[in-house]
């Protein structure tokens, strides 16, 4: 490709809205433009490396037998009732004004339709369905450039199964599957124990990039590997004791004392003697949930305990349901369902508010006064807590989801009647899994692991091109004529070549393109190498350079690839 004809837009600054490397880099190498607040083109230099990831993944996909699908975007909205996902999507599902049609956010509906009354006999099964097709969600807060957009392109796969023990067969060559796409990306990643979110189901797990641009938060022990999603990550840590004999509950005035630091600064008790009180409503019920000190709630597993839609009470709510504001509200004399952390279930001699502004209640022991109570793991784990496999120090901190595979079980064949028979005859939900793997994730993820100040560092298979040929002074006929030889000859070896044949652009202006655009080799041609038939090469990424005779050129390019 001569980069004199070919639309490669680059650029020396970048909006101020592109913060994170891959962003920035996207932009100033022309791979990407922005059109509307997370809704991105692909320019052609971007695309060619969209089309390497697709085809990696589509080739990874047949190996495990899947089967490539194109399933429309625009969708019925009715098929997205039938499994109360217009609810559980609630705005991030885009509609579309006027008609009964949804932009599908993902296809499990989609697949879950045409398995339906076509994979009926267990002899139909397993089967492994999947796409490379756009998303859209309405992301409330687009962001990152292409790693959190509104439109996106996503490879989803779905299986069918008769039985858990079948799906944890699909689920497994999805897992190796992803890992040799991952690992043919040249990604470095690592796999965690995640929730299932809106998508229902039982086992999943993330792949993740360790990235301070991250949206997610995990926990991982380089001990033992135990890696987990903050969502759902667990830690060793001390529960609240026992501690001396019960005293009787009292009610204490406390004014304007709101926090659990000022309430321990108030009565000169440890944030460990007191329990926060947050107010929750599911499905239109109130939840009273506990907390030990300062813990926070996990929403996503307080989501995952108790179902159905889950939000924080609004202030006016607290005063209905308490008759207090926050920062007084407590256990004892609460009339609804109270949720509470494990680490509380033997607490005594506890403070907590008291349900009436102003004032707590000491000597509160939860066996014998908030004996409604259901405990469960609700922390949200820290950094420094203990592994709660090998009891090391656990590290916690940000990173991007590339890819999530699911355990969906039978949510979405019972919602919409997706039956086999059995050999016996009986009819029975096919049990699926769904499979997700973000293409632009992959794309920006690997810029974010190779980059330097100049620009990108591109490597084999998803670099655009192999060699960047850098013709300095295209008024040179001798420069102009062999670097178009070079360009011939290596076009002809089966290598991708990039020809930066413009002319009236300085050299120097070529250098800084070159390594802005990152290709892994670069081929110098100037007046005084040219003139003892020599060109220079050099290692994008090492910076490492060779005189090259130019009848070695090519043997030589191909040892330094
Ligand atoms: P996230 O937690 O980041 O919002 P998700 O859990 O909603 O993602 P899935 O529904 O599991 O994502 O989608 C599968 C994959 O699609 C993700 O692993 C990710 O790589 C990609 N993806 C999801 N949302 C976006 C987005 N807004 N922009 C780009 N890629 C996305
Ligand atoms: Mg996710």
New binding site residues.
């Given amino acids: 490709m001569k980069l004199s004809r070919y639309y490669v837009p680059t650029l020396k600054e970048v909006p101020s809205d592109a913060v994170i490397p891959s962003h920035v880099l996207m932009i100033r190498a022309g791979l990407i433009r922005m059109v509307s607040a997370g809704i991105y083109s692909f320019l052609p230099m971007g695309y060619k490396v969209v089309k390497k990831i697709v085809e990696i993944i589509r080739e990874e996909m047949d190996a495990i037998g899947g089967q490539e699908f194109h399933l429309p975007a625009l969708n019925p909205k009715e098929i997205w009732e039938q499994t109360g996902r217009v609810e559980a999507f609630g705005d991030t599902l885009f509609h579309v004004k006027n008609r009964d049609y949804v932009l599908a956010p993902?296809h499990e509906e989609i697949m879950a339709f045409h398995a339906k009354g076509s994979l009926t006999s267990y002899k139909d099964l397993p089967q492994i369905w999947y796409q490379i097709q756009t998303k859209f969600?309405n992301?409330p807060r687009p962001r990152s450039g292409?790693?959190?957009?509104?439109q996106?392109l996503?490879k989803d796969s779905y299986s069918f199964d008769t039985s858990f023990e079948e799906l944890d067969k699909s689920y497994a060559l999805h897992d190796k599957a992803y890992r040799k796409i991952f690992d043919r990306c040249g990604l470095k990643y690592f796999v965690v124990g995640a929730s299932s979110?809106a998508?229902g189901g039982s086992k999943s797990e993330?792949f993740m990039v360790k990235s301070e641009a991250g949206?997610?938060t995990v926990a991982y022990c380089e001990n033992c590997g135990y890696a987990a999603n903050v969502e759902v990550a667990q830690s060793v840590v001390q529960a609240a004791a026992r501690n001396g004999k019960s005293e009787n509950i009292k009610e204490i005035h406390t004014p304007n004392v709101k926090s659990i630091d000022e309430l321990c600064e108030f009565l000169k008790i440890d944030e460990h003697q007191c329990a926060k009180s947050r107010i929750y409503i599911n499905d239109g019920k109130p939840v009273l949930v506990l907390m030990l000190g300062n813990d926070e709630v996990n929403e996503s597993k307080l989501q995952s305990i108790i179902g159905g839609v889950v939000r924080p009470a609004h202030p006016d709510e607290l005063k209905e349901i308490t008759g207090a504001d926050a920062g007084s509200i407590g256990p004892v004399g609460f009339k609804h369902r109270i949720i509470a952390d494990n680490l509380l279930k033997d607490a005594n001699n506890m403070y907590s508010g008291a349900n009436k502004n102003d004032y707590h209640i000491s000597g509160i022991d939860f066996k014998r006064d908030v004996t409604n109570a259901e405990y469960f793991d609700l922390r949200v784990i820290e950094s420094g807590e203990n592994c709660i496999r090998c009891g090391s120090k656990l590290d916690v901190f940000k990173a991007i989801?590339?890819?999530?595979i699911f355990k969906l079980g039978t949510k979405y064949s019972e919602a919409l009647g997706v039956n086999y028979l059995d050999e016996k005859g009986e009819e029975h939900p096919i049990v699926m899994g769904s499979y997700?793997?973000?293409v632009?994730?992959i794309f920006a993820c690997f810029i974010e692991q190779n980059f330097d100040e100049k620009g990108i560092l591109w490597s084999k298979p998803l670099n655009p091109f192999d060699v960047h040929i850098v013709a300095l002074n295209m008024k040179s006929k001798l420069i102009s004529e062999t670097a178009e030889k070079i360009y011939n000859e290596l076009s002809g070896t089966g290598l991708e070549v990039l020809y930066d044949d413009r002319e009236g652009v300085t050299a120097g202006f070529k250098f800084n393109d070159a390594d802005l655009l990152g290709m892994p080799l670069q081929v110098i041609v100037g007046e005084k190498n040219v003139k003892e038939g020599k060109v220079e090469v050099k290692n994008r990424k090492t910076g490492e350079k060779k005189i090259a005779e130019l009848s070695k050129l090519s043997e030589i390019i191909k040892e330094m690839l």
């Fill in positions: 993902t969600r992301e292409v790693i959190r957009g509104r996106f996503m979110g998508m993330e949206e997610d989801e590339l890819g999530h997700g793997i973000g632009e994730r």
